[in-house]
């Protein structure tokens, strides 16, 4: 730090050439898809300060200190996962926030329900704090979020007031409240629970995020439940798990779509699918997406049971929907603009606009034999993979782990950072 024992506060030159670069990083030639400015072109993408300075076609790449060559590659603003499950070491549940943030491609979390406000502040210091993704909370109405499960099994795991209190004053880090309706308790007072539920987002002005589908319940009740619930949900709050097969859902087994969701959608509810263990079946998502039920926001749900099968990431998740046939740029606005919408962030989130934080996805598309899985392990053969390469957090270069499915029985390819992944896959 000091160097021959004087401290200089004077700005320091680049030795090489003897005059300052425009440009920290300079992101060559990829495809640049921005669904929030409406951008799906060959561009390059300019960062100085830890914000983006510039998208353009052919900037000097001698004016940047750093050139990432991106030719072939998808180039995004950084991924958005809307619902993970990282209060890692607190909940079983839990998994680190950058395995499934910026070693994939991520550059956002939200972690949907695992804190309650008893427990937030271990969130806030150990988790939050520490990640280079950048980690936010929905807070469980439930006092110790998702510890113990279910985690609204009596009166007493509420407390109202201490929820608004610790959700006002983590506006930074809190930005909705989640509630799962889920448990014997649901079944006599579920109505009730979601009132209070929806007191606290109503004094916090955040949305409410439902979780829908409950194994253990009766499915008539569990559907009159759900019914009543999307008649009060608000713009904006969030129902998640809409293809999801289990009590509760809102696409019957014969693909019928529930009066009471497409209304609520109407009323401009917010859809997200939030795979995970229990919450998503390719054969529900397929009649969904047929009777157009399209989702908001793709989200993994990704949880120490999914994170090494049939889940992994997010990534992977908007890879089950390419192979469903969505098309590329809806998939990276369902996982850019749109989150950043529901979080009411989308000022500094989920695009590329100058003045924004420099978070940014490098991908590819590899075409090879991809067997995915639902949340029930029912496979679906697919043969395209979205796969980050690299992953820019506030203009700091990350290198995304490598994809470990098995690609007929072999591990995938190694993609470099720099360029095309192209012994075995064929990237674009
Ligand atoms: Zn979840």
């Known amino acids: 730090m000091l160097d021959g024992g004087a401290l200089s506060l004077a700005p320091r030159r680049p030795r090489q050439e003897g005059r300052l670069k425009l440009y920290d990083l300079i992101i060559k030639g990829g495809e640049v898809i921005d669904p929030a400015q409406g951008i799906h ?28 060559d991106a030719g072939g590659q998808i180039v995004s603003p950084g991924l958005i996962d809307l619902h993970t499950h990282v209060f890692d070491k607190v909940t079983a549940l839990g998994v680190n926030p950058d395995a499934v943030g910026v070693n994939c491609g991520v550059t956002t979390v939200v972690d949907a329900g695992s804190a309650g406000y008893a427990n937030f502040g271990g969130f806030s210091a150990f988790v939050a704090s520490q990640a280079l993704t950048t980690t936010f909370c929905f807070l469980n109405v439930a006092s110790t979020g998702l510890c113990l499960l279910p985690e609204v099994s009596d009166w007493s795991d509420l407390d109202i007031e201490g929820t608004i209190r610790v959700a006002k004053e983590s506006g930074n880090l809190v930005k909705g409240i989640k509630l799962r309706l889920v448990g014997p308790l649901m079944t006599e007072s579920g109505l009730e629970i979601f009132q ?27 559907r009159a439940l759900t019914r009543q619930v999307l008649g009060l949900l608000r713009k904006g709050d969030i129902l998640t798990h809409p293809f999801g097969a289990k009590p509760g859902r809102v696409i019957e087994a014969n693909g019928e779509v529930l009066g009471e969701f497409k209304s609520a959608v109407q009323r401009g509810i917010l859809v997200d699918v939030g795979h995970g263990n229990g919450g998503f079946s390719f054969e529900i998502a397929r009649m969904g997406l047929a009777r157009g039920v399209l989702p908001f926001t793709i989200s993994s749900d990704v949880s120490a049971l999914v994170i090494e099968s049939r889940v992994y990431n997010l990534p992977v998740t908007m890879s089950k929907f390419l192979n469903l046939g969505l098309a590329l740029e809806q998939v990276i606005e369902m996982t850019t603009a749109n989150p950043a919408l529901a979080l009411g962030m989308s000022d500094s989130l989920g695009s590329l606009k100058p003045g924004m934080p420099a978070d940014i996805t490098v991908a590819g598309l590899v075409q090879a034999d991809w067997e995915f899985q639902d949340s029930a392990g029912v496979p679906l053969q697919g043969n395209v993979m979205f796969a980050p390469v690299a992953t820019v957090k506030g203009g700091r270069a990350i290198p995304a782990d490598l994809l470990r499915l098995p690609v007929n029985g072999r591990t995938p390819p190694p993609l470099s950072p720099r360029g095309r992944g192209d012994k075995g896959g064929n990237t674009r």
């Open 196 to 222: 209070r539920a929806l007191t606290v987002a109503e004094a916090t002005r955040l949305p409410l995020m439902i979780h829908i589908g409950d194994l253990g319940a009766d499915y008539g009740e569990r």
């Open 41 to 68: 072109d060959v561009l390059d993408v300019a960062v100085l300060g830890g914000r983006i300075e510039k998208v353009g076609k052919d900037l000097d790449a001698s004016q940047a200190r750093e050139v990432m």
